[in-house]
């Protein structure tokens, strides 16, 4: 009966402390835009417990697309989603009363990559001219730069090429491998796996091309920031730690690590594209934006005709980097 009692005993004093840590841990419903190997330190918080070191149970789901992302942080859906900065003019000049602010930086400019269905090794923009190329959906941060990209050398997307932006995300690859377009621009895994397999050939980076602007960040309603600025705190922690973790990292290593999301892509898939991201410096380490990148990228949006000059917002409205500075400060 003793034996019994003390079991009995232990369990429940188990009971109390596992109830009492979960009590401590704070809930943040996340939506990531799309899932891709690009946000790589976001799975490598996720999988090394950073999170849970900052008390963060993190419910991450897949918004596929900033409008989506946008409409489900607008709706209370989810707490903090990643996503580009173009939303945040968007939101900035529309209705909404309440707006969104970007907190965190996680990648420095556009990480899609040209890609073709030959192998070329002197390739040249005109090739492009006439031809099928498969962008994203029109008013998307890589539609815009794509279009950016495209301008930049000489080439009118509504008139030298047939610009494709009516597919859905999800069906980019089966498109791909149905032969509707000649072109198309992709992220990672998914170059690297298509190369792999002879499937296509990347043979520009879009990033590289349009330089420095903060592509993708962690954004919350202006609300939320300002009723809970210790959980933006230390979501920002989790993070930076992640990106000082994944400057460093053994790509194959990363590769395993955050696997599981991943599924059916091979490990070795993965760190090829974590190794062009690192080595085209797609992958940002540094958690603050600056106001020359945000700038840079309202530019993009005033190019592409989806933002009147006249409209563009000030940096302080939608950029907060209080809590990137911060940790930077404390995160070594």
């Known amino acids: 009966m003793k034996l019994i009692r003390l079991v009995a005993l232990v369990a429940a004093l188990v009971l109390v402390v596992a109830t009492d840590a979960a009590a401590q841990m704070t809930k943040v419903r996340y939506a990531e835009v799309v899932r891709s190997i690009f946000y790589l330190p976001k799975y490598v918080a996720l999988q090394k417990g950073f999170f849970k070191d900052e ?60 890609m073709s269905r030959k192998k070329i090794d002197n390739f040249t923009w005109d090739m492009l001219k006439g031809k099928k190329v498969m962008g994203w959906r029109p008013g998307s941060t890589p539609e815009l730069f794509l279009e950016h990209v495209l301008r930049k050398h000489g080439i009118d997307p509504t008139k030298d090429i047939e610009l494709m932006t009516n597919i859905a995300i999800p069906a980019r690859m089966g498109a791909w491998q149905a032969n509707q377009a000649d072109y198309a621009i992709f992220t990672e895994p998914d170059p690297a796996a298509l190369e792999a397999n002879g499937g296509a050939f990347m043979i520009a980076s879009d990033g590289k091309e349009s330089g420095p602007a903060d592509y993708t960040g962690f954004m919350a309603l202006k609300s939320y920031i300002q009723k809970n600025p210790d959980v933006i705190q230390r979501f920002t922690n ?92 404390t995160i070594k």
């Open 238 to 329: 989790a993070v930076y730690r992640a990106q000082l973790w994944a400057k460093t990292a053994d790509p194959l290593e990363a590769a395993k690590l955050v696997g599981g999301y991943f599924p059916g892509v091979a490990p070795e898939i993965l760190a090829a594209s974590i190794k062009r991201y690192r080595d085209l410096e797609i992958f940002k380490y540094d958690p603050v934006t600056a106001p020359s990148a945000f700038d840079h990228f309202q530019d993009i949006m005033v190019e592409g005709g989806v933002l009147k000059p006249d409209k563009k917002v000030a940096y302080d409205s939608v950029i907060v980097t209080t809590f990137a500075e911060k940790a930077k400060q």
């Open 55 to 114: 008390k963060l149970d993190i419910d991450m789901s897949t918004a596929v697309g900033g409008d989506r992302g946008t409409a489900m942080l607008l709706s209370g859906q989810v707490d903090i989603a990643l996503q580009g900065p173009e939303v945040l003019v968007y939101v900035q000049n529309g209705e909404s009363p309440d707006k969104l602010q970007m907190f965190s930086a996680i990648t420095a400019t556009d990480g899609l990559f040209l």
